[in-house]
């Protein structure tokens, strides 16, 4: 069943949504926007496609053909049982590129969709044009915010998550300066609304690699060790100054493996960034692209 918008949600959101069919369940996408270059902008946790509205809506405006996936169990993609790691999810993006006949494509991420969307790029390096980077890793770090390191502490961490919203619900003041307004806090949150609808929200938080005997380390290194492969691609990276979790040591870090990128530092923007300095960074995302 298709998960039916609240209005004032729809009003910010208003994408048609396609469906793709996977083993573990269906995972919806936008696509929407004119015959010019695919962007494919891929989120993190606990956020969704909804995430990528305002930049979906003014790149469509230009003609380019936006795709924005929702990771299985997140957004409005089904909400499989099923334990997804780093490795299943860069395969489902694989999978709906391939389905779609994409050939080329600019790539946006943002959060766990950097690791997932470099996953996808240094597999098909020749596919990649320009790499837009927003508060996000796709190489192992041991830093990691108490906020989180606490929702990682087995049984624990999962219920308080799952129970109390306490990953989705905190992120909708945590993640950003200015105060979110309510329409948008209900976008975010729209998708979580229940136990079951929370399993990926704690699955993720799981999956982040601390130890080479995590299962998704490996995946994790593959993706860091392939990012040689993409030094030639124009980057744009646009990075919020005031974020808890991908801080200022990680944008110095993808400086260091991207000398040649462009880098725009927003010092009051928060982890999502695209709420506190849409205005500003937009502009420059469609410039860059242009």
């Known amino acids: 069943m298709t998960p039916v918008l609240p209005p004032e949600v729809q009003a910010l959101y208003p994408f048609r949504s396609h469906w793709l069919e996977l083993p573990e369940g269906r995972m919806h996408y936008v696509d929407t926007g004119g015959d010019g270059p695919v962007v494919v902008l891929l989120h993190g946790n606990p956020s ?34 099923r334990y997804l790691g780093l490795a299943d999810r860069i395969r489902h993006v694989e999978t709906l590129l391939d389905t779609l006949g994409v050939k080329a ?31 996000t890793a796709a190489f192992r770090s041991q830093d990691i915010p108490p906020s989180i390191a606490i929702c990682k502490i087995p049984c624990f961490g999962p219920f308080i998550v799952r129970a109390f919203n306490a990953f989705a ?20 949150l729209f998708p979580y609304d229940s136990f ?17 005997r995590h299962p998704s380390y490996a995946a994790l290194t593959e993706v860091e060790t392939g990012l040689t492969r993409l030094l030639t691609k124009p980057m744009l990276i646009e990075w919020g100054g005031r974020d808890f979790c991908f801080n200022d040591k990680f944008l110095a870090r993808w400086r260091e493996l991207f000398p040649a990128a462009t880098v725009r530092h927003h010092a009051d923007a928060g982890h999502y960034l695209l709420e506190d300095a849409g205005s500003v960074i937009i502009p420059e995302v469609i410039e860059f692209l242009r």
């Open 105 to 135: 494509f600019h790539l946006g991420v943002h959060d766990w969709g950097g690791a997932i969307g470099f996953g996808v790029a240094v597999r098909r390096p020749d596919a990649v044009r320009k790499l837009l980077v927003t508060n």
């Open 48 to 81: 969704w496609s909804f995430l990528w509205r305002d930049l979906i809506k003014a790149l469509a405006a230009q003609g380019y053909r936006c795709l924005a996936p929702d990771h299985l169990g997140m957004g409005l993609s089904d909400k499989p049982a």
């Open 196 to 212: 079951a609808n929370r399993r990926a929200v704690a699955n993720f938080v799981r999956d982040i690699p601390l130890s080479p």
């Open 169 to 188: 619900w905190p992120a909708t003041f945590m993640a950003v300066n200015k105060p979110l307004p309510l329409p948008a806090k209900a976008g975010f």
